[in-house]
């Protein structure tokens, strides 16, 4: 059984391979990427919380926050920024919590992206002018003032390529914080910049959502364009580039390393019957690509260049069951979820 291409987003350029992840979304807004692979959206329009990836390819989680807009998580815990009550919530079995309430602005415009790092929730006050630290007490432990509207934030997951960096939404500057306190400028004329990442070897990347690009400030040219309000920006376990398209309802995924091409979705089979998948490369991206596991099945071959990889299910009792498929290559990590029927 061969695999298929995947949807691209269409209406965008780049010299990169861009895949349409998710569609019919609701105003789609910040996003979070997870350790099993999948992606925490927010729907802003709505305050669903979704889930992207998996089986299911898409599932909506049963809590609902207001204007949510920054997802973060530590420790297995989620945290949302709900714009509309002006506070960070944890969700919790039966609801969500509240961890720190701030200041309300009169007009509604109140925290943006947040995210998490080194124990803390990196929290935007935006109508304040103000980036804080806060522990998972809700404790405010160190505060960055002196922006104007503090839109997005980049925490450096990985430890690699910097320090943290701040979206300034009305100064259209991006700034770096250092340690002991204080920031510096590290670009300005990014004229209504939301959302703000690093790669792992140095290049600040920004969703300018009002001309719609996703642009490399350090190269100072486009990842792509032609996108419909850019919100959140995150990476994928494989240095891939994640992005919402608010107006579009959607979630892009620009393939910056490589992506994972399967058959079609709840593919029939007969027991032992192999499964063929691919790997799609970003251009000048020739590093191997291993098998680091498969869940719900066995690998057969690695893939090799354009020869497709095999693994082979377990037998299906049931109407659809699904392999689980982990890619690595050197760091990276890429995930697949194959559905199939016997």
């Known amino acids: 059984m061969q695999p ?13 391979p861009v895949l349409l992840l998710a569609s019919g979304l609701n105003g789609p807004d910040d996003l979070a990427y997870t350790d099993d692979g999948t992606v925490l959206v927010g729907e802003h329009t709505d305050g669903h919380i979704s889930r992207v990836g998996g089986a299911a390819g898409l599932v909506r989680l049963p809590q609902v926050v207001p204007d949510a807009e920054g997802i973060a998580q530590m420790d297995g815990i989620t945290y949302i920024a709900d714009q509309f009550n002006a506070r960070v919530v944890a969700l919790t079995d039966t609801g969500v919590r509240t961890v720190i309430q701030l200041q309300p602005d009169p007009n509604g415009l109140n925290l943006d992206g947040i995210e998490a790092n080194g124990g803390l929730i990196v929290v935007p006050d935006s109508p304040h002018g103000t980036v804080l630290f806060v522990n998972p007490a809700g404790s405010v432990v160190r505060r960055e003032s002196g922006f104007s509207r503090p839109a997005g934030v980049w925490a450096n997951q990985t430890g690699q390529g910097g320090p943290y960096l701040v979206a300034d939404e009305n100064a259209s500057a991006v700034y770096s914080l250092r340690d002991a306190g204080g920031h510096d400028l590290v670009a300005r004329n990014l004229p209504g910049v939301d959302d703000v990442v690093r790669t792992d070897d140095g290049h600040v990347i920004v969703t300018l959502p009002t001309p719609g690009r996703l642009f490399d400030v350090t190269a100072g040219q486009d990842v792509a364009n032609g996108l419909r309000n850019p919100q959140g920006l995150e990476f994928d376990g494989a240095q891939n580039l994640l992005l919402t398209e608010s107006d579009n309802g959607r979630v892009d995924l620009v393939v910056r390393s490589f992506a994972i091409t399967t058959p079609p979705a709840n593919v029939q089979l007969v027991p032992g019957q ?10 000048g991206f020739t590093d191997p690509v291993t098998i680091q596991e498969v869940v719900n099945g066995g690998p057969i071959v690695d893939p090799a260049g354009d020869a497709p990889g095999q693994l082979v299910p377990r037998p299906c009792d049931q109407p659809s069951c699904t392999v689980t498929l982990i890619l690595t290559s050197g760091s990276k990590v890429e995930y697949a979820w194959i559905t199939y029927r016997n």
């Open 274 to 283: 192999p499964i063929c998948y691919g790997v799609l490369r970003a251009p």
């Open 4 to 16: 298929v291409a995947r949807p691209v987003a269409t209406g965008v350029s780049s010299a990169y």
